[in-house]
């Protein structure tokens, strides 16, 4: 069975840019959520969807970053216009959600960004 | 709010040695409790899993069991390989909020040398 995947693996850009990151969730899942990842600080939730509804986006970090999810496959991060210190790993994950349900979510392999 | 407290590492074993990350827990709900595992360059995946009170997860030959009384769910092993070096992460699911959102620890190094 396809994991989530995410694309671009890696992207290196000028600041200033505008950087697009892609989701496609595993089959069925009706959440998915973006992560943030640095050494400096961890792992961090900046929004998360549940039947393609934001639920909470109070991770993001500021204004220049939108996050969309037209349809139950498919997800977008965006950052405009980027800068240095937006430079981590975004990881994108999945999960199948009802009430009082147990299910673990599942990562994809991440985008490394690098904003120079 | 829910909180995830991890032991903070690097934690620097040899080979065949027992390995034990602590994690603690607050929450506000009866959470399902979880650890992930992340090695070098890629995603997290999920090590194991228990959902109620007393459960142990267990994969790969890491354990863990779920303590109310203590609100901790302390990862283990007897006997680990250098390829268990990885980053570890405990995390809590608020079953009742919207979504399955994971409150994580902030992970734990883990290097085993030959």
């Known amino acids: 069975d396809a994991g989530v995947i995410q694309s671009p693996r890696h992207e290196v850009t000028e600041m200033g840019q505008e950087v697009t990151l892609r989701c496609k969730p595993i089959s069925g899942h009706n959440s998915l959520f973006w992560y943030r990842q640095t050494m400096m600080r961890g792992l961090e939730l900046l929004i998360y969807?549940?039947?393609?509804?934001?639920?909470?986006d109070s991770g993001m970090p500021e204004d220049r970053f939108s996050a969309k999810m037209p349809n139950a496959s498919f997800s977008t991060l965006k950052i405009q216009p980027s800068e240095p210190r937006d430079s981590a790993v975004y990881f994108c994950?999945?999960?199948?959600?009802?009430?009082?349900?147990?299910?673990?979510?599942?990562f994809g392999d991440g985008t490394r960004l690098s904003i120079l | 709010g829910d909180s995830v407290t991890q032991m903070e590492g690097p934690v620097t074993l040899s080979e065949e040695a027992f390995l034990t990350i602590n994690c603690t827990y607050t929450?506000?709900?009866?959470?399902?409790l979880f650890w992930y595992v992340q090695y070098p360059g890629e995603g997290l995946q999920l090590l194991l899993k228990a959902t109620k009170a007393d459960d142990k997860g267990s994969n790969k030959g890491f354990e863990a069991t779920y303590r109310k009384e203590t609100t901790s769910f302390h990862l283990e092993k007897g006997s680990v390989q250098v390829s268990d070096s990885a980053v570890y992460f405990c995390?809590?699911?608020?079953?009742?909020?919207?979504?399955?959102?994971?409150?994580f620890g902030g992970g734990t190094r883990v290097l085993v040398k030959p």
């Open positions: 969807f549940n039947n393609n509804v934001p639920i909470d």
């Open positions: 929450a506000t709900g009866y959470p399902s």
């Open positions: 995390a809590l699911s608020d079953r009742q909020a919207a979504g399955n959102k994971l409150t």
């Open positions: 994950a999945s999960s199948f959600a009802q009430q009082a349900s147990n299910q673990p979510q599942h």
